[in-house]
Nanobody, 124 residues
Framework: QVQLVESGGGLVQAGGSLRLSCAAS????????MGWFRQAPGKEREFVAS????????NYADSVKGRFTISRDNAENMVYLETNNLEPEDTAVYYC?????????????????WGQGTLVTVSS
C-alpha cells in the first residue's frame, strides 16, 4: 500500500506558475505508475498527466499539453507537476494518484491510491 500527500497549491495570477509535489510512502514507489488529476468546482474529476515507472514515458491532457510537466524522483519517492502559464480554467483541487498495474491510463478507475488533494486557484 502507498500513501500520498500533495503540497504546493495556492493562489496565483493568470500567467503564473506553481510546482505541485506529491510525497509517497512505501518502499515500492518505483513500481507504480503515477498520475495527476484535478477537480474543478461543480465538475467531475479529470485526468491531467501521468508518468511511467521509470519516468521516461509521460502523457498529458490536451488542455495542459505544453504548459504542464510531470516528473518523478524514485530515489526520493516524489512526483511533481510543474504548472506554467496558468489560466483561470486551471482552478481546481489537484490530486496525486498511484496505479499498481503496468501501463499508463487516463481513467480514474484504473488508479488504486489517492491523496487528499491540494487546491490551486488562478485569478484573472
Amino acid at each position: 500500500q502507498v500513501q500520498l500527500v500533495e503540497s504546493g497549491g495556492g493562489l496565483v495570477q493568470a500567467g503564473g506558475s506553481l510546482r505541485l509535489s506529491c510525497a509517497a510512502s512505501g518502499r515500492t514507489f518505483s513500481s507504480y505508475t503515477m498520475g495527476w488529476f484535478r477537480q474543478a468546482p461543480g465538475k467531475e474529476r479529470e485526468f491531467v498527466a501521468s508518468v511511467g515507472r521509470s519516468g521516461r514515458h509521460t502523457n498529458y491532457a490536451d488542455s495542459v499539453k505544453g504548459r504542464f510537466t510531470i516528473s518523478r524522483d524514485n530515489a526520493e519517492n516524489m512526483v511533481y507537476l510543474e504548472t506554467n502559464n496558468l489560466e483561470p480554467e486551471d482552478t481546481a483541487v489537484y490530486y496525486c494518484a498511484a496505479r499498481r498495474s503496468l501501463g499508463e491510463t487516463v481513467y480514474i478507475r484504473d488508479y488504486d491510491y489517492w491523496g487528499q488533494g491540494t487546491l490551486v486557484t488562478v485569478s484573472s
